[in-house]
């Protein structure tokens, strides 16, 4: 497999950022994890400009402070994924959403590319202190629950989401620094660096 890294978000990645997202419509496959890319697709350097903001946001009941990724695949600097990580949970992201929101881009699936990415997301949770990671997804997401087991979720409750997505979700954690220690062998020979 491929050497793959997380990159912020930059100009020079605009037009793949974009194809990104079309990529999604084409396959019309749900969009999760690109910090609100989907919606600022004629205005990407306002993008850039929410990402910064949402880096540095004070956290409250309505908003936390985010880190948005794209997961980067070296030998043709192609974006493969994006990852949200929310470095703090207020109440309501407790309940649903939780830590961390990602995505694959509907050709590079199955290829265990998503397992990197929830990684190296793991890793920048870790540089920021973060012990535990709360993810959630619909039962019937049978890849993203795999992805999520496999770097070690447990899964805490499933229930009936009346409110949100209409569908059984199920909650797990992550114990950070298990899942890094038990992963490392596996992914660190496949991963470049995390920018920061």
Not at 132 to 146: I, P, Q, R, T, Y
């Amino acid at each position: 497999m491929e050497i793959l890294k997380l990159v912020k978000p930059t100009k020079e990645y605009e037009k793949k950022a974009i194809e990104y997202i079309q990529e999604f419509y084409e396959y019309n496959s749900k969009i999760n994890g690109v910090g609100g890319l989907d919606r600022y697709l004629n205005d990407y350097d306002g993008w850039l400009y929410k990402l910064e903001n949402d880096r540095n946001r004070i956290p409250n009941e309505e908003k936390v402070p985010t880190e948005t990724y794209f997961l980067i695949r070296s030998v043709d600097n192609k974006i493969i994924g994006m990852i949200n990580i929310r470095l703090s949970l207020n109440e309501r992201l407790r309940k649903f959403g939780g830590n961390i929101g990602y995505s694959i881009r509907p050709t590079e699936r199955r290829k265990g590319y998503n397992k990197i990415n929830l990684y190296l997301a793991l890793v920048v949770c870790k540089k920021h202190g973060i012990k535990e990671v709360l993810m959630d997804c619909d039962k019937d997401n049978l890849g993203s629950a795999k992805t999520i087991q496999a770097l070690g979720g447990v899964m805490i409750r499933e229930y009936y989401d009346n409110e949100n997505v209409k569908c059984i979700v199920q909650d797990y954690k992550i114990d950070v620094d298990k899942s890094i220690k038990d992963n490392k062998n596996k992914y660190n020979e496949l991963i470049g660096d995390v920018e920061r």
